[in-house]
């Protein structure tokens, strides 16, 4: 279907594009890629199902956003999905099931019989990571904003160290419900739950990664993100006692906006949100913020005169009978989308 000829009030075109869209990359603004990936996941496993999930599931979306009139228009497009990847998951996730089981039952990351496995998987996720970087880069090479979909936490790494070669300093607005600050968990360099350990060691570029919504982490975490002045942490616990001492969300939204630097990549964990919307997710923590508060609080970067230079969603885990996870983790998708093209506008303006 040309461009001129799409209907945004029609019927939801199922062509294999997020939201249906008839945009070809080289002709987009803004490009999604695609990570069906979930190796290193540590209990519930099948986000490396959420693209096509997500693509299902985002034409069902009406594409009228008051905070952001008509500014799909400007082309929101998809990269072809490497398959490959999905099938190259698959096998390297029985190979951490199996450490993982190792290592619940006492067992340890020196073990003769697993570091082999482990070395393995290692091994297959810095792949993952060149293939997603080198996607980014190319598309980033022609100009284009990019943004990337899950597949679990450890998916949006090479993207971000693309970006962070391109030059310049940014800042990570990061909604999770957990830190991910571990170094190499259960044995696992590239694990979903150390991206931000390994951005803060190997992306010099990024200046400072903003927690938000973390409710469930490590004393190791709580020590690093204390210690580290590229860490500004926004704890469920500390955003709940504010509101309950009285403080509005929007002040809340100023505090965490101020510390972001002008640069602003969004990693945006499925989890940060309360469980209603994202009942599969593979670690669900009670708390978190909801829907509506966390787009507010990502509108208000877009407003503040920072630029979204990128972003991700990651950890929908989708269930067939389900559609919970796929519809919230599209809506999620639409909307850094457009908040990320009125971020580019002067002052985050109409």
Not at 150 to 177: C, Q, V
Not at 196 to 214: C, K, T
Not at 240 to 260: H, K, N, P, Y
Not at 264 to 290: K, R
Request: glycine share 10%.
């Amino acid at each position: 279907m040309d461009a001129n000829e799409f209907n945004p009030d029609g019927v939801g075109v199922a062509n294999g594009a997020y939201f249906g869209f008839p945009f070809a990359p080289d002709d987009a603004e803004l490009v999604l890629l695609s990570a069906p990936w979930d190796v290193t996941v540590s209990y519930g496993a099948g986000t490396a199902y959420a693209p096509d999930a997500i693509i299902e599931a985002s034409t069902q979306l009406d594409f009228y956003d008051p905070a952001a009139p008509g500014l799909w228009r400007r082309g929101i497009a998809t990269a072809d999905v490497d398959y490959s990847l999905l099938e190259h998951s698959h096998r390297l996730r029985a190979e951490a099931a199996k450490v993982i089981e190792h290592l619940e039952s006492g067992g340890r990351v020196t073990d003769d019989h697993v570091v082999r496995r482990i070395r393995r998987v290692n091994e297959g996720c810095a792949q993952m990571n060149d293939n997603i970087r080198a996607q980014a880069s190319a598309w980033l090479s022609k100009g284009k904003t990019v943004g990337l979909v899950g597949g679990d936490h450890s998916t949006p790494y090479g993207l971000i160290r693309a970006l962070g070669e391109r030059g310049g300093e940014f800042g990570i607005l990061h909604i999770d419900a957990h830190c991910d600050l571990r170094e190499a968990y259960e044995g696992f360099e590239f694990s979903h739950a150390s991206i931000m350990y390994n951005v803060l060691r190997d992306v010099p570029a990024v200046r400072r990664i903003v927690q938000v919504g973390v409710r469930d982490y490590s004393e190791g975490e709580a020590r690093l993100a204390a210690g580290s002045e590229r860490i500004a942490l926004f704890g469920d616990r500390d955003l709940a006692l504010a509101r309950f001492a009285g403080a509005a969300w929007a002040e809340q939204c100023r505090r965490i906006v101020d510390a972001l630097p002008q640069d602003v990549y969004v990693s945006f964990d499925i989890d940060g949100l309360t469980l209603e919307n994202c009942p599969h997710t593979g670690t669900p923590v009670p708390g978190g913020l909801g829907f509506d508060e966390a787009l507010y609080l990502v509108e208000c970067a877009a407003r503040s005169g920072r630029r979204i230079v990128g972003f991700d969603v990651v950890e929908v885990v989708p269930r067939a009978e389900e559609p919970v996870d796929a519809a919230v983790g599209a809506r999620v998708l639409y909307k850094l989308c457009l908040l990320t093209l009125l971020s580019k506008m002067r002052g985050g303006m109409v």
